[in-house]
């Protein structure tokens, strides 16, 4: 992946008031893969709907902008400010992910002084985490807070639990869409609905993008491993190619 032109639309597609700041599409360098995404907090002034997103766009001194992909405002409006690579992680690392190049940031307009998340915020929040993973193809594990990239120099965001965050964006995501009523090739037809829900459960917790899947079961002598059986392999892969 490069540039991430997709932003607006995946968020609108998923419920969000979507602002695109204009120069959006061409702000951030290209060189982009995003594999995660990090939460992040603005610390930015107590008033106002959104008073960082000036200094998310330009950068700061020392610092120069982008400074993330997206800001969402206290009323939950996402303001779309970048489609290539920000400034936001820094030192620090989330399940083998390291640098600005793997992942996504959000930085949230609060104050970080334990300002509480207006629902309206909070709901936007794991709408917009729910529209980059659906559409980024990242699993929900792969999400984390700034303060687990980087425990000792952290706190971001402030307030939101990490694991009930995780949760609320795995809801969202809900069950994999049943077959269409004339699947492409014939092979959705043959997944039940209890093998539809054992992919789901097995991409969840692993935390292993197909391709991985694929990886082990080829190296592996076993017909099976990890329980995944290469019938539901292949219907997975065909799923995320979708
Ligand atoms: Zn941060």
């Keep these: 992946m490069t540039r991430a032109l997709w932003l607006a639309d995946a968020l609108r597609a ?11 599409r061409d702000r951030g360098n290209p060189t982009f893969s995003p594999k995660g995404v990090i939460c992040h907090h603005t610390a930015g002034p107590a008033r106002g709907d959104a008073p960082s997103l000036g200094t998310c766009i330009n950068g700061r ?14 009323s939950g ?23 600005n190049t793997s992942v ?4 949230a307009e609060n104050t970080g002084l334990g300002e509480p998340w207006p629902q309206v915020q909070y709901d936007a929040y794991v709408r917009v985490v729910a529209a980059l993973c659906r559409r980024g193809g990242i699993p929900t594990g792969m999400v984390c807070a700034h303060r687990e990239w980087a425990p000792t120099r952290k706190i971001d965001p402030r307030g939101i639990d990490m694991t009930d965050f ?43 993008r197909v391709q991985e899947l694929d990886q ?23 799923l995320e190619a979708r």
């Design 77 to 99: 409006t996402a303001h779309v400010i970048a489609s290539g690579r920000a400034n936001h992680a820094g030192a620090g690392g989330w399940r083998g992910l390291t640098g």
């Design 216 to 238: 082990q079961l080829t190296d592996g002598a076993d017909a099976k491993k990890g329980g995944i059986s290469r019938r539901i392999l292949d219907a997975l892969a065909r």
């Design 104 to 107: 996504f940031g959000i930085e």
């Design 14 to 24: 998923e419920g969000v008031t979507v602002v695109e700041e204009p120069g959006w």
């Design 61 to 74: 001194p020392g610092l120069p902008g982008p400074l993330c992909q997206i800001v969402l405002a206290r």
């Design 166 to 208: 995780r949760h609320h964006v795995a809801d969202r995501l809900g069950p994999i869409a049943p077959p269409p009523v004339t699947p492409p090739e014939g092979f959705l037809m043959a997944l039940t609905e209890a093998e539809q829900r054992e992919i789901l459960a097995k991409v969840r917790s692993t935390d292993l």
